[in-house]
């Protein structure tokens, strides 16, 4: 595989696959990627379709489209290798894989997946208790340049429903184990995306789910419905002042008299080489959106 480009992830939408209004609607979005579904936002009877669907609007789509990502259902269900064949065929920029245990499941779809050259990565939901236990060996794969995993997407209401935690407005049971999420993900070199809101009525409160999972480290959010992009963007491009601020930085160290130091006064604050490497992946970021 190539190196992973750096690409903005600020707001992931998930769409149904067998929601056609919706996938028409895609190409209008201000949303960085998109995440057809086939898995649980579409019902068993109607899998079939939904994999034809998707696989016709993904074959389909232009060039210069947004990031566009298949979420099929897990191989270990009966539609699972279907779905994945399917994916070889029409060349999504990512298949997102559901219900991952461990790393087993991952190198397996990588391995089924296999066909030399394309550029299809790998996502994998962390929604799982066993992925929660897991995490590290899963994460580690980001390090293997021949695995095509990218990218770690939560998966709050499975782990709800898996776990029996409570889920609460500021979800205070599920954090730690997000915060679990972001350390892996910056262990094996990879993005990492919050899960989703379902209160999405209620644009106020989703706006501050995002600036905390913007502050907890996450790249960007997973979202379910078009009015929660704009929220998700916002929170999830580094600020004015940041950027100013990692300028100032870049500037300071470029100045002949600090070429080759360490450690600089920069604004009466100390400043180090770690900060300036820093600032210039905020920098990269704050360019690439
Ligand atoms: N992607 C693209 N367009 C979407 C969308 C989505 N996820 N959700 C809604 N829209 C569109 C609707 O088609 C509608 O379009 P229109 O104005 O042309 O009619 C518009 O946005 C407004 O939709 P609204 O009426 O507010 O919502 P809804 O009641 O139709 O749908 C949900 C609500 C939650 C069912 C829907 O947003 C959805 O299916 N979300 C994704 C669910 C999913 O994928 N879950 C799995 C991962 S957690
Ligand atoms: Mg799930």
């Known amino acids: 595989m190539t190196m992973r480009p750096l690409r903005p992830r600020r707001s992931v939408l998930y769409v149904p696959a067998t929601n056609a209004k919706a996938l028409a609607k895609i190409a209008t979005l201000s949303c960085d990627a998109v995440v057809i579904d086939l898995e649980d936002a579409v019902a068993p009877s109607q899998k079939v379709e939904a994999r034809e669907a998707a696989c016709r609007f993904i074959a389909a789509r232009g060039a210069g489209m947004k990031e566009t990502v298949l979420r099929i259902n897990a191989l270990s269900t ?50 799982t208790p066993r992925a929660m236990l897991n995490l590290g060996a899963i994460a580690e794969l980001g390090r293997d340049n021949a695995a095509r995993l990218a990218c770690l997407v939560a998966g709050t209401n499975d782990l709800v429903k898996d776990t029996g935690v409570l889920a609460t407005p500021d979800r205070r049971y599920l954090v730690p184990w997000l915060m679990q999420m972001v350390l892996a993900a910056r262990a094996g070199g990879l993005d990492v995306l919050d899960g989703v809101s379902n209160d999405f009525r209620n644009l106020d409160a989703f706006a501050a789910e995002c600036r905390e999972g913007a502050n907890m480290g996450f790249d960007g959010k997973t ?67």
């Not at 064949?85 to 790393?103: I, Y």
């Open 78 to 127: 009966e539609w699972g290798r279907d779905d994945l064949r399917a994916a070889r065929e029409a060349s999504p920029d990512a298949v997102l894989l559901p219900k991952v245990d461990g790393p087993r499941d991952v190198l397996d779809a990588d391995r089924l997946l296999d066909r030399g050259d394309t550029e299809c990565w790998l996502w994998a939901m962390i929604e």
């Open 223 to 289: 979202l379910i419905h078009p009015a929660q992009i704009d929220p998700a963007n916002a929170a999830f491009s580094p600020g004015e002042d940041a950027v100013f601020e990692a300028e100032a930085i870049r500037a300071a160290f470029a100045l002949p008299e600090n070429r080759d130091a360490g450690v600089i006064s920069l604004g009466g604050k100390m400043v180090e080489r770690l900060h300036l490497e820093q600032a210039e992946r905020l920098l990269a970021k704050a360019e690439a959106k």
